[in-house]
């Protein structure tokens, strides 16, 4: 059963899947698994929550153009 999810501009998506999402990230010698992603064939883009970031132990620093993942 798809599950919509509002997306920032207030449209509606919806998720036809679940799972885990392995991302990895420069520097780090271990890949950082984000638990309960959801997926959508309605996007492109991989997007993903700064909130599942942070649940998964890492830090976010945003500065100019770029998004930087790190260790606490």
């Known amino acids: 059963m798809p599950r919509p999810i509002t997306a920032a501009n207030k449209g509606t998506l919806y998720a036809i899947g679940k799972g885990?999402?392995?991302?990895?990230?420069?520097?780090?010698?271990?890949?950082?698994?984000l638990k309960d992603v959801f997926y959508s064939t309605q996007?492109?883009?991989?997007?993903?929550?700064?909130?599942?970031?942070?649940?998964?132990?890492?830090?976010?620093?945003?500065?100019d153009d770029y998004c930087f993942i790190m260790k606490k």
Do not use: M, Y
């Open 43 to 63: 996007i492109n883009l991989t997007i993903v929550s700064v909130g599942h970031i942070v649940k998964a132990k890492k830090s976010v620093l945003f500065e």
């Open 20 to 33: 885990d999402l392995k991302i990895n990230v420069p520097d780090e010698s271990v890949p950082v698994i």
